[in-house]
């Protein structure tokens, strides 16, 4: 199994040859590809972040457009509908990666690393304020993990080029080396 961070699934670009190596791998069944679950939400998130933001910028468009023409304008865009947004994006990124399941328990231990500045977790300035961040980082960490704990048999790969929180793969921080003992952690040069 090849698990995929966030940064590789929203880098290779859905009609890239990337993604089509993938989709053939995929439909091969040569390797499995997947991808924690939180990673499918933060790919998601981001075109819907992204669609809101142009939406805004074309309501605008049109408003502006309607105020200086000397008839009706076309009618408005349909309402916003993030689920509609979130639902077609998952469809496009399940076309190359199935989505591998974040537990509950996995989610609680990211949240308590998070509040805790445990790696994958770290502390940021924002202005003059110290911010905890990397929840999601230690989600999609602990998912790849448990995936691999729970399925001994099989060969499991994480995939990153996220080397600032996840490591190069010769050496891990605490709690992240306990996370991998018993496991043979194989480093990518």
């Known amino acids: 199994m090849i698990i995929l961070d966030t940064c590789i699934l929203g880098s290779c670009g859905l009609g890239s040859s990337t993604a089509d190596l993938l989709r053939m791998m995929r439909e091969l069944e040569v390797e499995r590809i997947a991808v924690p679950w939180a990673v499918m939400e933060e790919v998601t998130a ?3 972040v ?4 142009q939406r805004g910028a074309a309501e605008k468009a049109h408003k502006a457009l309607a105020e200086v023409a000397g ?3 076309p009618p408005q865009l349909e309402a916003f509908d993030p689920e509609a947004v979130r639902k077609h994006w998952r469809e496009e990124y399940g076309s190359i990666v199935e989505v591998i399941a974040t537990s509950q328990s996995t989610l609680r231990e990211a ?3 998070e509040a805790n500045i445990l790696p ?3 502390s940021v300035t924002a202005g003059k304020e110290t ?4 929840g999601r980082d230690a989600a999609i960490w602990l998912s790849a993990v448990e995936y691999a704990r729970e399925h001994p048999d099989e060969t499991v790969y994480f ?9 190069h793969g010769n050496a891990y921080e605490y709690p992240m ?4 003992a018993g496991l043979e952690a194989i480093p990518v040069t």
């Open 46 to 48: 981001q075109q819907v």
């Open 50 to 53: 992204k669609y809101r933001q």
């Open 71 to 73: 008839w009706e304008v």
């Open 111 to 113: 949240l308590r690393r």
């Open 120 to 122: 994958p977790c770290k």
């Open 131 to 134: 911010v905890k961040i990397g």
């Open 159 to 167: 995939v990153s080029s996220n080397t600032k929180d996840f490591g």
């Open 177 to 180: 080396d306990e996370d991998l």
